[in-house]
């Protein structure tokens, strides 16, 4: 494969996109603990009463779900 600079690039290039997308995950759907957590806590200020809100948290959710990657490829 050393023979390849271009495919190199390339794999390079997915295996950071994938570790991109996975740190992103992990933020939205730390985002969504805390936005959940504050609305039990409010006793549902943040998401009960609020229509933008309660679209925001499904979004970040479902994206950050989709995100997530069962299994990241390691380098050889």
């Known amino acids: 494969m050393k023979q390849f600079t271009s495919i190199e690039k390339l794999d390079t290039?997915?295996?950071?996109?994938?570790?991109?997308?996975s740190s992103v995950s992990v933020?939205?759907?730390a985002f969504g603990?805390?936005?959940s957590t504050a609305n039990v806590l409010t006793k549902g200020a943040i998401l009960t009463d609020n229509l933008i809100m309660q679209r925001i948290w499904a979004v970040t959710q479902c994206v950050g779900i989709d995100n997530t990657p069962t299994k990241v490829p390691q380098r050889s």
């Open 33 to 35: 603990l805390i936005a």
């Open 13 to 21: 290039g997915i295996l950071y996109a994938l570790e991109l997308a």
């Open 27 to 29: 933020l939205l759907l």
